[in-house]
């Protein structure tokens, strides 16, 4: 293991490993079958040492967020093996992600997360899970740990797009 990674575009080459990463982490993360990922390889970012795929970050548009012209930018399946963790990784993923949807100019950038200490530290701040709710309702409503989206302990937070990005 070394702290050297690189961070880039998924290859359907690695959907395998990405794969095995969320599951590893399916406590904390959404599952996602082996053919999703591969449907949607052209939204995963991977973090790669040598060969290793140590970890992977995603977005998904929600044009029922906000306006369809100003949509909403989810940040997905955000994860890194443990042993290369506090190095990096999780914030050059995250921003990785911004960089690459903030050409689409979203309103803004919103995740659920259990981990709210990483992402505050990235510039997001929570918002009232109302302001997500049709999340809540597609995603929430398949949840097998909780009855109750409003009790479960994840949180929703937001990163505003600065403005002006994207231009040109
Ligand atoms: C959350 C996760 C992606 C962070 O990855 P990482 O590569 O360790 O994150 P970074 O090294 O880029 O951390 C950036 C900053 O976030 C904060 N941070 C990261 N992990 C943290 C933790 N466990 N507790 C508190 N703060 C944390 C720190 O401020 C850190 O900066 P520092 O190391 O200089 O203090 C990783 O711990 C993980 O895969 N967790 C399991 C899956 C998960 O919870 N994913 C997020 C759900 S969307």
Request: glycine fraction near 8%; charged fraction near 25%.
């Amino acid at each position: 293991m070394t702290s050297d990674f690189t961070i880039r575009p998924a290859r359907l080459g690695d959907a395998e490993a990405v794969f095995a990463l969320i599951h590893l982490n399916r406590d904390l993360l959404v599952p996602r079958s082996l053919g999703n990922i591969v449907e949607n390889i052209d939204r995963f970012l991977v973090a790669a040492d040598g060969a290793d795929i140590v970890g992977c970050a995603a977005y998904q548009i929600h044009p029922e967020l906000g306006k369809p012209e100003a949509a909403t930018v989810e940040i997905q399946s955000v994860a890194v093996r443990a042993p290369w963790r506090r190095k990096g990784i999780g914030r050059a993923l995250v921003d990785g992600i911004a960089e690459r949807v903030s050409v689409f100019r979203p309103h803004e950038v919103v995740v659920l997360t259990f981990a709210p200490e990483f992402f505050s530290s990235l510039g997001f701040a929570e918002i009232p899970k109302t302001r997500v709710m049709h999340k809540l309702y597609t995603g929430c409503i398949n949840c097998t740990k909780h009855t109750d989206p409003f009790t479960c302990p994840e949180i929703a937070m937001e990163r505003k797009a600065p403005s002006g990005r994207g231009e040109g």
